[in-house]
């Protein structure tokens, strides 16, 4: 159990000296942060996670069970990683050959959601708010708000901050939540962006806890 009662630790899981850990995060069974990981306030690690040396994680993050981030891994507030999503820090990696002074420098921008058992390959950046179906494999850069399914992963549509596929624009190509109601468009080709919200803002309360289940949401 840890001694600094500003967060949590499974008695189950180890936190190494050296290790920064944000106030009111917690670390459940068998996790193990290792000496150099940064990470910020209202983490939540399930079972069985490994976080290494030189990550640096926001604030309200969550992993799920069986998660290991490797050396490299950037990732900013509000993320969501799935279920045994796997992400990597070498593109060519053998074991006769160290290139530990190679390690990859992946991102995850704030609010972007990695679905279970997906890949992130290293070396890209998952843009804000992006969301990265299950099982995909991911090898290249993912815009803002984009959802990405398949392998290789191919962009499939949008999503709103929320976590509903953005449909049926309307003559001025605006697209809206069913959720939160804010609408979204596509500034340019490929960047889409929330006309009511900026980015790096906070949800309004009001806004921020789920009431309805996702299906009661579907749109046609």
């Known amino acids: ?33 290792m000496k150099g990981a940064k990470i910020g306030r209202r983490c939540i690690f399930g079972q069985n996670d ?12 969550k992993v799920q069970n069986n998660v290991s981030i490797y050396t490299g891994t950037v990732i ?20 006769q050959v160290k290139r530990h002074s190679l390690y990859e420098k992946t991102v995850l921008r704030r609010g972007a ?19 990265v179906a299950a099982g ?29 596929r953005l449909k049926n624009p309307d003559a001025d190509g605006v697209m809206i939540c069913p959720e939160s109601k804010f609408r979204y468009k596509e500034t ?13 803002a906070s949800l309004p309360t009001e806004l921020s806890e789920g009431t309805v289940g996702y299906d009661d949401f579907k749109i046609s």
Not at 50 to 61: E, H, Q, R, S
């Open 50 to 61: 490994n976080i290494d040396g030189g990550v640096v994680i926001g604030d309200n993050v």
């Open 76 to 95: 900013e507030d509000d993320v969501f990683l799935g279920p045994s999503c796997v992400l990597t820090n070498v593109t060519n990696p053998r074991s």
């Open 1 to 33: 159990m840890a001694d600094d009662k500003s967060y949590f630790v499974h008695e189950s899981a180890y936190v190494d000296e050296g290790a920064e850990i944000g106030e009111g995060t917690k670390v459940w069974h068998f996790c193990h942060i």
């Open 136 to 164: 995909a494999v991911v090898v290249k850069n993912v815009p803002d708000y984009a959802l990405v399914m398949g392998n290789p992963a191919r962009q499939n549509g949008w999503m709103s901050r929320h976590g509903h």
């Open 188 to 200: 340019s080709p490929g960047m889409l962006k929330c006309l009511d919200l900026d980015e790096d």
């Open 113 to 131: 959601t990695v679905g279970a058992n997906a890949t992130i390959v290293c070396g890209i950046e998952i843009g804000r708010y992006a969301f």
